[in-house]
């Protein structure tokens, strides 16, 4: 995984509530093993007609937004437990999903893989739509290693919460497997110590 400290970005505002993971990639499209391509598939039955023409009024489609952080709804990522839609905002090129409510499997999968939620308050939240509305380049910034958000515009700040350990892994840019890799060493110590 890519290290992820801190990120400075315009967004794309996405304020519906209650986002399944079958909308954010169509069941039909689960049939790749690999991580790769799943970002043309984002949001398809939203961005796409049935004739695979782009649907003008859907925000991917929008050229007036655009950036590495999406911000969504409340309940974002409900649902069934698919990995890939992580893997498809992913590819699409977002580091970041801001919300006030995150689905818990689809919180595990995205920090799993890389992908940042941010959760923050229903005000924190109406205020970033707010803003983005009055200008679609609104800069947010996110601090990992504060745990904050930041509307640059007029300095707002949020703190929001993440597990530790997902953070440092974050940070480093590793996964679980890495994680148990670089302490390979310890444990095999903490085994030889128990042999009996």
């Not at 229903?122 to 996110?142: A, G, S, V």
Request: hydrophobic share 40%; proline share 3%; charged share 25%.
């Amino acid at each position: 995984m890519k290290k992820f400290i801190k990120l400075i970005s315009t967004t794309v505002p996405l304020p519906i509530e209650n986002i399944d993971t079958d909308q954010i990639i169509p069941a039909r499209f689960l049939k790749a093993t690999t991580r790769e391509g799943f970002g043309e598939n984002l949001f398809c039955d939203w961005r796409y007609d049935a004739n695979h023409e782009t649907k003008s009024g859907f925000v991917l489609n929008d050229p007036m937004y655009s950036g590495k952080i999406m911000v969504a709804g409340k309940n974002f990522g409900c649902g069934s437990s698919r990995e890939h839609a992580a893997w498809a905002l992913q590819d699409y090129g977002f580091d970041v999903v801001i919300s006030s409510f995150f689905a818990d499997i689809f919180k595990g999968n995205a920090l799993n893989n890389g992908l940042l939620p941010v959760q923050v308050s229903d005000k924190f939240l109406n205020r970033i739509f707010t803003n983005i509305n009055q200008n679609p380049d609104t800069e947010i910034e996110i601090n990992l290693e504060n745990q904050t958000v930041t509307l640059l515009e007029n300095g707002e700040v949020e703190d929001f919460e993440i597990n530790a350990y997902k953070k440092a892994c974050l940070i480093n840019g590793i996964d679980d497997i890495d994680f148990i890799l670089r302490n390979k060493n310890l444990i095999e110590e903490y085994e030889e110590s128990r042999k009996a």
